[in-house]
């Protein structure tokens, strides 16, 4: 009976949900389109010529995002390249890092460890939404640290816990994931940083490539070649057969609750073959993403699939955690599979609800990429309520 009121009640939304779809479906072509001719037009201009922002649909509501959140979130091309490949990325950065210590001193969230046998898994708030993570071996007291962006946070858990830090595993080159590998390599003697030689990972000392493993005492955890957010994106699983638990995934900008990375140095193609990649693992995988977006991600999840009752009370669940500043990690992929739009490219539900495929006579369904980048499009375009 429950079951049949919570689907009654997602149906009444499911109309004015499908409103605000056709609406930002309508806003993303004309967008595109208008892109498209704006980007002719500026090969035959000065590199200084810049774009006219473009009209959202009508049916849209534009919310403005907080500046300072996140550098990545709205980002055009030259900034990205600023960013990622000059000192300028940097110091922009550090910005947002004393901004983030001074308004969040104990962190944005609250955060609970996972113990498993002999082996610890410490999430770290950082910058405004931000987790580095702390994989520890509690018997050897050994400690690898996972996309430390705030040397300072991670420094001080390292204190608490009493451990040996001995590697960063890096999953990616941006700032927000890699600006603390200088400090913390530079004061921890023998620390070795690993990542991908394709990403130009600050203060690399160990290349990785796909399927390698890096073991720690009685951690082991393999790298495994996710490119698509960036050419060189790497994430991490830590076997759990050595400690008879689960296995964890840390995703960096890959895979989020409910949500994917941008495609920045890809194609569609490229990012679902890594988010498939994930796909492949098993259902009892610990998920620990890159950044808390758990609740913005669930609700765009709930515009394209209203009636999907597992991201419901997957939903209810994330707002009361947020309402008192709780973590939302870890959730597993099996999870995921059930309510993570980005994971569910092969549902028939969601091609349905963007409508017509890109065919000449909208007689074609999408294929799985040109849904993936479909979706990206239309998350980029939305803002939770």
Same mark, same amino acid.
């Given at each position: 009976?429950?079951?049949?009121?919570?689907?009654?009640?997602?149906?009444?939304?499911?109309?004015?949900?499908?409103?605000?779809?056709?609406?930002?479906?309508?806003?993303?072509?004309?967008?595109?389109?208008?892109?498209?001719?704006?980007?002719?037009?500026?090969?035959?201009?000065?590199?200084?010529?810049?774009?006219?922002?473009?009209?959202?649909?009508?049916?849209?509501?534009?919310?403005?995002?907080?500046?300072?959140?996140?550098?990545?979130?709205?980002?055009?091309?030259?900034?990205?390249?600023?960013?990622?490949?000059?000192?300028?990325? &940097? #110091?922009?950065?550090?910005? =947002?890092? +004393?901004? /983030?210590?001074?308004?969040? !001193?104990?962190?944005?969230?609250?955060? $609970?460890?996972?113990?498993?046998?002999?082996?610890?898994?410490?999430?770290?708030?950082?910058?405004?939404?931000?987790?580095? &993570? #702390?994989?520890?071996?509690? =018997?050897? +007291?050994? /400690?690898?640290?996972?996309? !430390?962006?705030?040397?300072?946070?991670? $420094?001080?858990?390292?204190?608490?816990?009493?451990?040996?830090?001995?590697?960063?595993?890096?999953?990616?080159?941006?700032?927000?994931?890699?600006?603390?590998?200088?400090?913390?390599?530079?004061?921890?003697?023998?620390?070795?940083?690993?990542?991908?030689? $394709?990403?130009?990972?600050?203060?690399?000392?160990?290349?990785?490539?796909?399927?390698?493993?890096?073991?720690?005492?009685?951690?082991?955890?393999?790298?495994?070649?996710?490119?698509?957010?960036?050419?060189?994106?790497?994430?991490?699983?830590?076997?759990?057969?050595?400690?008879?638990?689960?296995?964890?995934?840390?995703?960096?900008?890959?895979?989020?609750?409910?949500?994917?990375?941008?495609?920045?140095?890809?194609?569609?193609?490229?990012?679902?073959?890594?988010?498939?990649?994930?796909?492949?693992?098993?259902?009892?995988?610990?998920?620990?993403?890159?950044?808390?977006?758990?609740?913005?991600?669930?609700?765009?999840?709930?515009?394209?699939?209203?009636?999907?009752?597992?991201?419901?009370?997957?939903?209810?669940?994330?707002?009361?955690?947020?309402?008192?500043?709780?973590?939302?990690?870890?959730?597993?992929?099996?999870?995921?599979?059930?309510?993570?739009?980005?994971?569910?490219?092969?549902?028939?539900?969601?091609?349905?609800?963007?409508?017509?495929?890109?065919?000449?006579?909208?007689?074609?369904?999408?294929?799985?990429?040109?849904?993936?980048?479909?979706?990206?499009?239309?998350?980029?375009?939305?803002?939770?309520?």
């Amino acid at each position: 009976m429950a079951a049949v009121v919570a689907a009654t009640a997602l149906k009444g939304r499911g109309a004015r949900n499908a409103r605000v779809l056709r609406g930002i479906l309508s806003g993303a072509t004309a967008n595109k389109a208008s892109q498209n001719r704006t980007r002719a037009l500026q090969s035959h201009s000065s590199p200084e010529c810049k774009e006219e922002p473009e009209p959202l649909s009508p049916e849209l509501e534009y919310i403005p995002r907080k500046r300072g959140k996140n550098p990545m979130k709205a980002v055009g091309l030259a900034w990205y390249s600023l960013y990622t490949r000059t000192w300028l990325g &940097y #110091l922009f950065y550090r910005q =947002q890092l +004393r901004r /983030a210590r001074n308004r969040y !001193p104990k962190g944005h969230s609250r955060t $609970q460890p996972r113990l498993f046998n002999g082996v610890k898994v410490l999430p770290i708030p950082v910058l405004s939404d931000n987790y580095s &993570y #702390l994989i520890i071996d509690t =018997q050897a +007291r050994l /400690a690898v640290a996972v996309d !430390p962006s705030d040397p300072q946070a991670v $420094q001080a858990s390292i204190e608490k816990e009493g451990v040996n830090l001995v590697a960063i595993l890096c999953t990616h080159k941006h700032w927000d994931h890699s600006g603390g590998n200088r400090d913390l390599s530079r004061r921890h003697q023998d620390c070795r940083v690993y990542g991908s030689p $394709q990403d130009g990972i600050p203060y690399l000392t160990h290349p990785l490539c796909d399927q390698d493993v890096v073991s720690v005492g009685r951690l082991q955890i393999q790298a495994l070649a996710t490119p698509g957010h960036t050419q060189g994106h790497l994430v991490y699983l830590l076997d759990g057969e050595p400690y008879k638990g689960p296995s964890c995934l840390f995703s960096g900008d890959l895979l989020f609750l409910s949500g994917c990375g941008r495609t920045f140095e890809g194609t569609a193609e490229t990012m679902l073959s890594s988010l498939d990649t994930v796909l492949g693992l098993g259902d009892d995988t610990l998920l620990w993403p890159g950044h808390e977006y758990a609740e913005e991600n669930l609700g765009f999840a709930g515009v394209v699939e209203p009636e999907n009752l597992a991201r419901e009370r997957k939903m209810q669940w994330v707002q009361r955690q947020r309402l008192e500043r709780r973590s939302t990690c870890p959730s597993t992929l099996g999870e995921e599979r059930s309510y993570n739009p980005f994971l569910r490219t092969h549902c028939l539900v969601l091609q349905e609800a963007l409508g017509p495929g890109p065919g000449p006579t909208g007689d074609n369904g999408y294929s799985r990429a040109q849904l993936l980048e479909k979706l990206r499009q239309l998350k980029d375009l939305h803002k939770s309520k």
